[in-house]
């Protein structure tokens, strides 16, 4: 482009923050934030299962998702699944909570999103502690020294919690982003 340029002018509405305007006054919303985050966690996912085959090819988009990997777990051998003998890059129970997390995000879809209230909070809230407890549980007993569960094991344990966790993530953000 020569001698052209476009200005890009976006601001937030005083009156409410969930209000994005361009430049010409239109509502951008946040209508785009869960869709966002339930692909950007889909891809995750599919990114943790490519890596182990394109590591084999020495790509630079399988160091980028082994990096972010050691960046978020401790990536250690012996509690990882291993794809063609090639490690993926999170461990087995990192592994269960971005699967479930993903899944559990693309189920948020179905149905109106919530409303708010303080009984839906509270049993929001229980039924995290429900969905975290099997993690929590094996965590503290790795740590503590009573078992050492196998990475099958780490990972269904982990289900749960990633599971809830997409769900309500997503729910939430659905419930904010259409709230007017």
Excluded at 60 to 87: D, L
Aim: aromatic share 8%; proline share 7%; glycine share 8%.
């Amino acid at each position: 482009m020569s001698g052209a340029s476009i200005a890009l002018d976006f601001t937030v509405a005083p009156t409410d923050n969930r209000r994005v305007t361009g430049p010409h006054g239109q509502d951008h919303g946040l209508a785009w934030l869960p869709i966002a985050v339930t692909v950007a966690a889909s891809l995750w996912v599919l990114a943790i299962f490519a890596a182990p085959a394109l590591i084999a090819q020495s790509t630079s988009a399988a160091a980028f998702v082994f990096e972010i990997g050691a960046r978020i777990c401790h990536q250690r051998p012996e509690r990882s699944f291993h794809i063609a003998g090639i490690q993926m890059p999170v461990c087995a129970r990192c592994l269960g909570i971005y699967l479930s997390g993903a899944l559990g995000a693309l189920t948020a879809w179905f149905g109106a999103p919530p409303r708010r209230g303080p009984l839906l909070e509270n049993r929001m809230r229980l039924m995290l502690i429900v969905a975290a407890a099997p993690t929590a549980v094996s965590v503290a007993l790795e740590w503590l020294g009573f078992a050492y569960p196998s990475s099958v094991v780490r990972a269904l344990l982990a289900l749960p919690l990633g599971a809830f966790g997409g769900w309500a993530f997503l729910r939430s953000l659905r419930m904010i982003s259409s709230d007017r």
